[in-house]
């Protein structure tokens, strides 16, 4: 059976709202919940970016749910201080929390004013961050000099079984590197023999634990409203990489935007008014072998999706808690 969580969107929910959402969707039957993590919205229409982990410590204390984020540990944010972030909310939920762990995209990274790296050394970075934080939630002192410089340091506050890490990935290359490292594997849907393939090359290269999915869909009383409402809020998160790795403002992922016809939304976002067709997709990326799948509704109001969803589509669903 399958986990089926609550995405929770920063890019588009103010977080007290998102906060108000996610106990609802405990309420409404989701057994999990994970969040992004970003600086910048994709588009001005989304038009919110809260920190993720202030707003985390407020999720895991008002709900029961365990919770996930993806991250990307290198140039935004130093992987000593993310590992002491994931060590502290470890700490005080143990066992209900996980990190997710990517390259990250220039949109949020530009702010420091670093050079944003090829794709190849942001991987490297990416390893390295992983090496440091896996050391410091094991209690070593790390110092480290390469892509990330780390100078004695040592957690003071953990839990007593390091919180799981990600590989967070999108590309089968990927998939097979994330392999190497990665307590489990989180990709986004797609086409399913795109996604069985992805499972492949993660369990087909020693990958271990659990693999995830993330499912972006739009959900309305109506399909042209179910359409409107993917279009006005998704259109800017059509563009495969690098374009999406490397654009570096919501106004220039807007421009490049202008053009998508509402058609094309349907390639990437599962939109439809019926609860029935939501539940077919998702028990067909269940038959695929995820072991948890968290729902993401594009809109920017909440509460619909989730009381129609936990009425009329878990239902449908062999929903299992982790």
Sequence with gaps: MTVYGFH????????ADLLAAVVRAEQAGFTAAMCSDHFSPWSARQGESGFAWSWLGAALQATTLPFGVVNAPGQRYHPAII??????????YPGRFWAALGTGEASNEHITGDAWPRKEVRNQRLEESVQVMRKLLQGEEVSHDGLVTVDRARLW??????PLLLGAAVSTKTAEWVAGWADGLITIAADENHLRDMISAYKDNGGRGKVNLQVHLSYAADDDQALRIAHEQWRSNVFSPPFCWDTDTAEAFDQAAEHVRPEAMHEGVRISSDPSRHADWLNSYAALGFDAIYLHHVGREQSEFIDV??????????????
């Design 8 to 15: 929770a969107s920063h890019e588009q929910v103010p977080p």
């Design 83 to 92: 590992a002491q972030a994931i060590g502290t909310l470890g700490s005080m």
């Design 157 to 162: 506050t953990r839990p007593e079984e390091p």
């Design 309 to 322: 969803f936990g009425e009329k589509v878990l239902p449908q669903l062999e929903v299992t808690t982790p």
